[in-house]
């Protein structure tokens, strides 16, 4: 069974345009992410971004630091997710959105274990919310992902909501033991890209843990109120 990590990327971001080729102490924080989600137990990792002229830098990054990637509909983003899956041969997908370069590796694996010992259609932290914002992961068969790409007519742009909205597939939450939900680690805004920065300003590496950043915080309260107000969007 392929194991495909499809990580989104696309520099039209409407709060941060180009936030995913945003310097994050030295590296582009799509590097960032995609590190992170190579240490984990992925068969392979690819980059799924658009058609437009505008990400033609993102493509030539993935050239450049021999990443696979795949370009496909800029605001159809289940159609991209679809057809990249048929490319690279994934009977399992990994969702991945390039704006969380705090992603762990560990918890990929959760998921992904939680989702082969289960035998389901989809796993996700993201159904019952207890991790920080920003470590989100949804593992799901591709044949979960081929039935929403053909009757899905409402959530494309967000590719899984069909899956876990519609009552038509098996679902299991990944939940951690302590609510950690209100911690925003994601990059939406100038105020989260100072965040992640702070974080990796610290640990001058890639291979620390969430609970190396949890400790961290536990320092550093106050780097926590650097973007305690930013709104999250909601499907």
């Not at 409402?154 to 609510?179: A, Q």
Request: charged share 30%; hydrophobic share 40%.
């Amino acid at each position: 069974m392929r194991t495909v990590a499809i990580i989104q990327a696309r520099t039209g971001a409407t709060r941060l345009p180009n936030k995913v080729l945003s310097d994050i102490c030295g590296k582009t924080m799509l590097e960032r992410v995609m590190v992170r989600v190579l240490r984990s137990k992925i068969t392979t990792a690819i980059v799924a971004t658009t058609r437009s002229s505008m990400d033609d830098a993102i493509v030539g990054l993935c050239k450049i630091k021999g990443w696979a990637s795949f370009r496909g509909d800029e605001e159809d983003v289940l159609d991209r997710f679809y057809w990249a899956a048929i490319v690279y041969d994934a009977d399992i997908v990994v969702r991945i959105c390039a704006d969380c370069p705090l992603i762990e590796p560990e918890i990929i694996n959760a998921a992904i274990d939680t989702f082969n010992y289960h035998k389901v259609d989809y796993v996700s932290n993201k159904l019952e919310p207890s991790y920080p914002l920003g470590l989100d992961v949804e593992v799901f068969k591709f044949g979960a992902l081929k039935q929403a790409f053909e009757e899905d007519k409402k959530y494309r742009e967000h590719v899984t909501p069909y899956i876990y909205k519609s009552g038509k597939f098996s679902l299991f939450p990944l939940i951690n033991i302590i609510n950690l939900s209100q911690f925003r680690w994601t990059v939406d805004t100038p105020e989260d890209l100072e965040f992640v920065r702070k974080i990796y300003g610290y640990f001058r590496r890639d291979d620390f843990t969430w609970l190396q950043v949890l400790e961290l915080l536990n320092k550093h309260p106050e780097w926590v109120d650097i973007n305690k107000n930013v709104e999250q969007k909601t499907v």
